[in-house]
């Protein structure tokens, strides 16, 4: 799903933000659910993340750029240069102050968030669609059309273990929070829970109607898709 609007819904009572050119508040006056929409110029939006406290947003576009926008403003503060095709995932760590992204260039970058300067990137073998990172920030997860989830070593690039299993493009991945498990959903219909320790895929659910739902893994035990 893409979108060249960004939407945020706040619930509770609404900010007294100074009115923009670029933020309107698209809800009616006594709504519980406040939506707020940011102009993006007309960039087709791919994927996007709250971050720096949720003060600012991440987002990746199909004009082959990530962008933090500023959450009350709606201006674009940074723009991040590298990719050669529509970026289609990207994931902010709080902790390390690092992104990461991938792209139909086939890659998976590494960024500096305060800065904008690329760490390093990596070649895939297909088309990239999703990435996420370790809550201790020692690994990135990516996966694409080659129908594998890999692994790679945040600190040197290196890539660490390939997940086979799924039968289509992977949609979407996610690291539990003790990193021991990650999820993955694909275009052939599966969520499959992955073992870090073991490296096979524990569980599968089979026929889902959505291949774009994110796994979530909030306590190693608890799944949805």
């Known amino acids: 799903m893409t979108s060249s609007t960004l939407s945020i819904i706040r619930v509770g009572s609404q900010s007294q933000t100074p009115p ?5 508040w698209k809800h009616q006056p006594l709504a519980l659910i406040k939506v707020k929409e940011i102009k993006t110029g007309g ?7 709250f971050c720096c406290q949720d003060e600012k947003i991440l987002t990746g576009s199909d004009n082959k750029t990530l ?3 500023d959450c ?11 990719h050669r095709r529509p970026v289609t995932g990207c994931f902010y760590h709080s902790s390390l102050n690092r992104i990461a992204s991938v792209s139909w260039d086939m890659t ?40 594998i989830v890999s692994v790679w070593d945040i600190a040197s690039g290196q890539r660490l273990h390939q997940m086979r299993g ?22 052939d219909r599966t969520t499959r829970v992955w073992d870090m320790r073991i490296l096979k895929a524990k569980l599968t659910l089979r026929r889902l ?11 190693s035990r608890l799944l949805f898709s």
């Open 20 to 24: 923009s050119e670029r933020v309107t």
């Open 43 to 49: 960039q087709t939006i791919n994927c996007c993340q």
């Open 67 to 69: 962008g933090i926008w």
């Open 72 to 82: 009350h403003t709606g201006l674009q503060l940074q723009s991040f240069l590298g």
């Open 108 to 147: 998976l970058r590494f960024w500096d968030a305060e800065t904008a300067r690329e760490l390093w990137n990596v070649s895939h073998d297909g088309l990239m669609t999703t990435c996420h990172l370790s809550d201790d920030g020692r690994l990135a997860l990516a996966g694409g059309d080659d129908n």
């Open 166 to 187: 799924h039968k289509s493009t992977v949609m979407c991945c996610q690291f539990s929070p003790d990193g021991n498990t990650f999820g993955s959903s694909s275009m």
């Open 209 to 219: 109607p959505s291949p774009n739902s994110l796994p979530s893994l909030p306590h």
